[in-house]
Nanobody, 125 residues
Framework: QVQLVESGGGLVQAGGSLRLSCAAS????????MGWFRQAPGKEREFVTA????????SYTDSVKGRFTIRRVNAKNTVYLQMNSLKPEDTAVYYC??????????????????WGQGTQVTVSS
């Protein structure tokens, strides 16, 4: 497993932007698919997005398509989540995660074995 540390969360007004970062403790480029999940108060954790090892493939949950962008810089063992046009319903703790599974169209259903501690994102209306 790889250790993951998120940063970049905070409070933002609706319509604003935030960029989350996830730094890995070890090389991730050819080892792990990276993803972001979120958990809102009183709700189950949900898949947000994932990116393949080389960065060629991405997957997004429908509610963030066109607003969120995932990117990875393998030379830095870091993955980013750019969040634009934020809505109050985006309020949640955001978690970075890694999986050694193969890329697939149903990547959201795969088991992610490594998790960060989470970073709070709060969007005010």
């Amino acid at each position: 497993q790889v250790q993951l540390v998120e940063s970049g969360g905070g409070l933002v007004q609706a319509g604003g932007s935030l960029r989350l970062s996830c730094a890995a403790s070890a090389r991730t480029s050819d080892l792990y698919i990276m993803g972001w999940f979120r958990q809102a108060p009183g709700k189950e954790r949900e898949f947000v997005t994932a990116i393949s090892r080389g960065g060629s493939f991405t997957s997004y949950t429908d509610s963030v398509k066109g607003r969120f962008t995932i990117r990875r810089v393998n030379a830095k063992n870091t993955v980013y989540l750019q969040m634009n046009s934020l809505k109050p319903e985006d309020t949640a703790v955001y978690y970075c995660a890694a999986t050694s599974a193969a890329w697939a169209t149903d990547i959201a259903r795969r088991t992610f074995g490594s998790w960060g501690q989470g970073t709070q994102v709060t969007v005010s209306s």
